[in-house]
């Protein structure tokens, strides 16, 4: 088979190193000609939306995928190939309409409707745009009305969500694979450790983790998964409020808190991925032990000084340093979590930016 993915980044080389253990054959397209993925397989280099080299990109595919959801919807939803997640999953997805209680938000336009929505939704508050947001990019915490323009300004003046700030316990994450035919198979659900708005590490499973934890999650991932007749990996980012999980953002790709998967694992959601897509069985997902993924930040790490630390799998991007930049991550395996927490320090002294 062949599959054709729009986005080469580094979910996006993941993702042919996993098609390539399948058998499977995946080409990339990106704007940048030393992109992760044009790295360890064949890519073609130009605009998302450029009509040609989208044509190019399906020629003789079975199957296109994304590895972002800043995919140009008309553009990937005209192709004559079969689109994987449905273009849909890339437009507005409403937590709410399928259950998933979310934080108090209103929408934002301008100035003035910022304004009308700190009235109604109340400070603290996050400022978040509706796209290209990530690592932190493209969100304010307003704290204060009298920094309502320079809140805007933030976020770059575009339309935008203002959500209530939540006084959660712990953020988790739900990962979920669907098959075509509706089969949901669900990691375990993960804890994410931020900073900066960049997530930092994340624990599989999830500290005292419980069954109806894992149920409710797994409940919301279903009702999402159907309502979008959605195929192949997606998660959806979760508030811990004491026994209640709150909706805060779902991305409709392999995600980052994932990444544990392709050691942690019995089946990455990178493979996992590529056999939905594909029309192949799904993986187990079950968890090897206790896993960590600490993402690499900044600048590379010696690899030596990571791989001499028992348990640890070093993943870089082939991507230029810069600050900020998620660079690699780091996979720990432990057999149980005092262990393994202890692995997460040891790694954290050899990063720069942990």
Known sequence: ?????????????MLVQAGERLGVACVTLDPAADSPAAQVGPAIVAAYDDAAALAQLVDGADVVTYEFENVPVGAVGALDVPVLPPPAALEAVLLTDVGLPVPTFAAVEDVATLAAGVEAVGLPAVLKTRRFGYDGKGQAVLRSAELLEDAWRAVGEVPSILEAFVPFDRELSIVGVRAADGELRCYPLVENHHREGILRVSYAPAPDL????????????????????????????????????LGNEMAPRVHNSGHWTIEGAETSQ??????????LPLGDVGVRGHVAMVNVIGQEPDAAEILAIPGAHLHSYGKRARPGRKLGHVTLVADDPDSLRQRVVQVARHLTDA
């Open 1 to 13: 088979m062949r599959v054709a993915i729009v986005g080469g980044g580094q979910l996006g080389r």
């Open 270 to 279: 990178f493979e996992n991925h590529i056999r939905a897509v594909c029309g």
């Open 210 to 245: 419980t069954d109806e934890l894992q149920a409710a999650a797994e409940g919301h991932a279903r009702a999402v998964a159907e309502r979008l007749g959605y195929v192949g990996v997606f998660a959806i980012e979760l508030f811990q409020f004491g026994g209640t999980l």
